[in-house]
């Protein structure tokens, strides 16, 4: 049965739509069919980091609307056969979007896909709340400092009171994503530490993600960084994640600082 994943936080610029495309791949990669809908109206970033920028025709107002069929708006990945995008519009309002049409279009999705992953806009505005609405699972993306936290807290009440699940008296599986981490800084309480997070949230870790170029670098050139460099520690963190979410057991990497022999050196000269 198909599920439908949420991907979303309080918080912007912390990581959501380069993990919706990294999980999506990594999943797509796994055997499943798979596909990203973005919900992030007006901004439209999803079809930048998939390369598929070009090929937008339709988009996920347009099928909302009626002006075109869920066929005519999915754009398939061309690096990985079962991978698929519904992009959002850059023109339109989020107001356009009805909590109909949503519905009747994760309906439909449902019958054609294994997973229906759908990139969240940030806060806690129309957008996002219909963005969960019909989630059956969530994956709370935050950095690893107190504000983004404190967002992604009232995340969770509002999975908890404002999707359709929760008006069934249904729980919402939710799974938090810590992105942009660094060893070293939360070493020096620069950031909150890993534990820290999961006090705060009391929700079970999905998968930590090492701060990296080459997290940049992949959405620079539209590709998730799952397939733009797939040895990369944040490549090798998203898949992981992605084999929790299959509901394999993977052990939890801490990513630890790298240095160089002249980094240590030069600290060891420091000390």
């Known amino acids: 049965m198909a599920k439908v994943l949420v991907v979303t936080s309080g918080k912007g610029g912390v990581g959501k739509t380069t993990s919706t495309a990294a999980l999506g791949a990594a999943l797509a990669q796994m055997g499943e069919k798979v596909v990203v809908v973005d919900f992030d109206v007006g901004l439209r970033n999803l079809d930048l980091v998939l390369g598929a920028e070009r090929r937008v025709v339709f988009d996920l107002i347009n099928v909302v609307q009626g002006v075109a069929k869920l066929s005519q708006a999915l754009i398939r990945d061309k690096r990985l056969e079962n991978l698929w995008l ?7 309002d989020k107001d356009a979007l009805t909590d109909e049409g949503v519905g009747s279009i994760i309906a439909d999705l ?13 806060g806690i ?21 107190v504000s983004s936290v404190r967002d992604s807290d009232r995340i969770i009440g ?12 249904e ?13 070293g800084r939360a070493a020096r309480g620069e950031m909150l530490s890993i534990d820290d ?25 539209g590709s998730p960084v799952t ?9 090798r963190a998203y898949v992981d994640a992605a084999r929790r979410l299959m509901g394999e057991t993977v052990t939890m990497a801490v990513p630890t600082e790298r240095k160089g022999l002249m980094n240590r050196l030069l600290g060891r000269r420091a000390a």
């Open 110 to 122: 449902r019958t054609r896909f294994d997973w229906i992953l759908c990139d969240s806009p940030a």
């Open 125 to 145: 505005e129309r957008g996002a709340t219909l963005a969960m609405r019909y989630a059956d699972e969530a994956v709370i993306v935050t950095n690893p400092e």
């Open 197 to 221: 997070i999961l006090e705060i949230l009391a929700t079970p870790l999905l998968g930590i993600i090492p701060e990296s170029q080459d997290v940049l670098r992949a959405s620079n050139v």
């Open 227 to 235: 397939l733009n460099n797939a040895a990369s520690a944040p490549a």
């Open 86 to 92: 519904l992009p959002a519009s850059q023109t339109r």
């Open 171 to 183: 729980r919402v599986e939710k799974h938090v994503l810590i992105t942009r981490y660094d060893s």
């Open 158 to 169: 509002m999975l908890d009171s404002k999707t359709v699940r929760a008006e069934r008296g």
